[in-house]
């Protein structure tokens, strides 16, 4: 299959529901490939404290609609999701995209966006981007297995795998549960990894004042809620401070969410609120580079479940684009990600195997710098760039113009 050229302008609508743009990397990285390759960009996003409702730019035109007030357990985000889907309907008509065709790009989560576009499927190709599996995210957040809400996102996953033309994932674990749970065509499911920019994550010098004069310096950057382990670094520190206090060991956690407050608790319990910086969110990305590039790795602290035993941690390849190795528990899709560029932990061994590990970096810096440059070389020499990554996205969207032709469409 060739990558798009198209031979006129294609219109492509992207829509995203539970995050911002530019704030969602993906899809703003997406919208600027795209309209890069010469397709006709139209973003539908939340809006985010500061933003204009309209903004156009050389890249893409993006249309906001009001964010809906989120809501406790699951009849709360369900209203959120409810309303969303009436203002995304309701924003749809400013893309002025009613009475052309185009290609319709949803992305998850929820799995129901495309009910804000229901009896619209003339003149459309429609493609499903799998950022979340959404059953497997709700069991990693406490839920049970085979509950009624278990089961709803199961059917909710299942109709937009059918309501799709073609299907993106971001890796091959989320491409086999489309083809075996989706029952989705292996020719309709393309994989389009998460990659940094390489303009702005890129080696950089370490910053004397976020290292504080410390010995060895940890961070994680990336949201902070129950089912993402950051509570294990925490845990990792404390046992740091007992095993080893010859060193000054410090972490700097770049994030929030809604378990920030029982982490600064659970650092304050352990008292080692001393070595821990929590920095909060930063949406400067160059800054964001910067903390990683200050530390000697960069720490993935997520448990094994079946939820993050499939999912790649986009904060894995910022970690390795800004030459810094990582250290994580040893789970199926890390190990693609990783590869020799860091130090994979049996999740049995818990927060003392994770310590144990720094610890040793502490202790042999040859091997640590060894580590470092493998970082450095990783994504490029692993196929996981972003040029890699924007090749594989044209190819879904020659793909989608392949089957806009067959319909009638004049492209």
Same mark, same amino acid.
């Given at each position: 299959?060739?990558?798009?050229?198209?031979?006129?302008?294609?219109?492509?609508?992207?829509?995203?529901?539970?995050?911002?743009?530019?704030?969602?990397?993906?899809?703003?990285?997406?919208?600027?490939? #795209?309209?890069?390759?010469?397709?006709?960009?139209?973003?539908?996003?939340?809006?985010?404290?500061?933003?204009?409702?309209?903004?156009?730019?050389?890249?893409?035109?993006?249309?906001?609609?009001?964010?809906?007030?989120?809501?406790?357990?699951?009849?709360?985000?369900?209203?959120?999701?409810?309303?969303?889907?009436?203002?995304?309907?309701?924003?749809?008509?400013?893309?002025?995209?009613?009475?052309?065709?185009?290609?319709?790009?949803?992305?998850?989560?929820?799995?129901?966006?495309?009910?804000?576009?229901?009896?619209?499927?003339?003149?459309?190709?429609?493609?499903?981007?799998?950022?979340?599996?959404?059953?497997?995210?709700?069991?990693?957040?406490?839920?049970? #297995?085979?509950?009624?809400?278990?089961?709803?996102?199961?059917?909710?996953?299942?109709?937009?795998?059918?309501?799709?033309? #073609?299907?993106?994932?971001?890796?091959?674990?989320?491409?086999?549960?489309?083809?075996?749970?989706?029952?989705?065509?292996?020719?309709?499911?393309?994989?389009?990894?998460?990659?940094?920019?390489?303009?702005?994550?890129?080696?950089?010098?370490?910053?004397?004042?976020?290292?504080?004069?410390?010995?060895?310096?940890?961070?994680?950057?990336?949201?902070?809620?129950?089912?993402?382990?950051?509570?294990?670094?925490?845990?990792?520190?404390?046992?740091?401070?007992?095993?080893?206090?010859?060193?000054?060991?410090?972490?700097?956690?770049?994030?929030?969410?809604?378990?920030?407050?029982?982490?600064?608790?659970?650092?304050?319990?352990?008292?080692?609120?001393?070595?821990?910086?929590?920095?909060?969110?930063?949406?400067?990305?160059?800054? #964001?580079?910067?903390?990683?590039?200050?530390?000697?790795?960069?720490?993935?602290?997520?448990?094994?479940?079946?939820?993050?035993?499939?999912?790649?941690?986009?904060?894995?390849?910022?970690?390795?684009?800004?030459?810094?190795?990582?250290?994580?528990?040893?789970?199926?899709?890390?190990?693609?990600?990783?590869?020799?560029?860091?130090?994979?932990?049996?999740?049995?061994?818990?927060?003392?195997?994770?310590?144990?590990?720094?610890?040793?970096?502490?202790?042999?810096?040859?091997?640590?710098?060894?580590?470092?440059?493998?970082?450095?070389?990783?994504?490029?020499?692993?196929?996981?760039?972003?040029?890699?990554?924007?090749?594989?996205?044209?190819?879904?969207?020659?793909?989608?113009?392949?089957?806009?032709?067959?319909?009638?469409?004049?492209?």
């Amino acid at each position: 299959m060739q990558g798009a050229q198209p031979l006129a302008e294609i219109a492509v609508a992207l829509v995203v529901q539970n995050q911002g743009v530019p704030q969602d990397m993906r899809v703003a990285g997406f919208g600027r490939s #795209l309209a890069s390759a010469g397709y006709r960009v139209e973003i539908i996003a939340p809006t985010r404290p500061g933003q204009l409702m309209e903004e156009r730019n050389s890249n893409w035109c993006l249309h906001r609609f009001a964010r809906p007030p989120e809501g406790p357990g699951i009849w709360g985000y369900t209203r959120e999701v409810g309303v969303s889907l009436y203002r995304i309907r309701r924003t749809w008509p400013r893309a002025n995209l009613s009475r052309t065709w185009c290609i319709l790009h949803l992305c998850n989560p929820p799995d129901v966006l495309w009910l804000a576009f229901a009896g619209r499927s003339r003149r459309v190709v429609r493609i499903f981007d799998q950022h979340d599996l959404s059953p497997e995210l709700y069991l990693a957040k406490g839920g049970r #297995l085979g509950s009624v809400p278990h089961r709803v996102l199961l059917r909710m996953e299942r109709l937009a795998y059918q309501w799709a033309d #073609l299907v993106i994932a971001p890796n091959n674990s989320y491409a086999k549960v489309a083809v075996s749970r989706g029952r989705v065509s292996a020719n309709k499911v393309h994989v389009v990894r998460n990659a940094p920019l390489p303009d702005v994550w890129k080696s950089a010098a370490p910053r004397a004042e976020l290292r504080e004069g410390a010995d060895f310096v940890l961070c994680y950057v990336g949201s902070i809620g129950v089912q993402y382990g950051v509570d294990e670094l925490i845990r990792t520190m404390a046992w740091l401070r007992q095993v080893d206090p010859s060193r000054r060991y410090l972490c700097l956690i770049a994030g929030s969410g809604d378990a920030l407050g029982d982490l600064r608790e659970l650092a304050r319990s352990l008292g080692i609120e001393d070595s821990i910086r929590f920095l909060g969110w930063i949406s400067d990305v160059t800054r #964001l580079r910067d903390i990683v590039a200050s530390a000697d790795i960069g720490v993935e602290p997520c448990p094994s479940n079946a939820f993050n035993d499939s999912s790649t941690m986009i904060k894995l390849t910022e970690y390795l684009a800004a030459g810094r190795p990582v250290l994580a528990y040893d789970l199926p899709e890390h190990r693609v990600t990783v590869g020799d560029a860091g130090v994979l932990v049996s999740p049995a061994l818990g927060f003392q195997g994770l310590g144990a590990a720094v610890v040793a970096m502490a202790r042999d810096r040859g091997r640590l710098a060894q580590l470092t440059e493998m970082a450095g070389r990783r994504l490029h020499h692993a196929g996981l760039s972003h040029a890699s990554s924007v090749q594989a996205l044209l190819r879904v969207y020659g793909h989608a113009s392949e089957v806009g032709r067959s319909r009638g469409a004049p492209w």
